[in-house]
């Protein structure tokens, strides 16, 4: 893979500053704890990047979120209420691989290897 560092890195920081603005909105939502909670989750995981793409590579950075995303809970619909950081940081991967040009298929099969969260508490 062959990316410019510099432009990735300018990307994730226009994340990070919209994570931002999303905290600061959150408030003003009806369901500000949600939100709020999401944005915190998108912006750690951002600055996470950045650091990685930073020390190692956008490359580096692209194999741990692959594998991130795919260690990730399943979560449906419901189960994305209850796990705002969760929600978060899948949101922010998947900005992430759309940053990359990363193609669907492969955020589908990674996604596909995932267990639901309820298998994983019991």
Known sequence: ????????L??????????KQDLIASEN???????????????EKYAE?????????????YKKSLE???TLPSLSPADEKEH????????ALENFFTLLGVDKKTRREAKSR??????REG
Request: hydrophobic fraction near 40%; aromatic fraction near 12%.
């Open 114 to 119: 995932r267990i639901p969260i309820k298998n």
């Open 68 to 70: 991130d995303y795919t």
């Open 84 to 91: 705002p950081d969760l929600s978060g940081f899948e949101q």
């Open 29 to 43: 939502n009806p369901d500000a704890q949600f939100w709020y909670e999401n944005a915190v989750a998108r912006r």
């Open 10 to 19: 300018k990307g994730l920081k226009s994340f990070r500053r919209i994570a």
């Open 1 to 8: 893979m062959l990316y410019n560092k510099a432009d990735v």
């Open 49 to 61: 990047l950045i650091e990685i793409v930073e020390k190692e590579g956008v490359e580096t950075a």
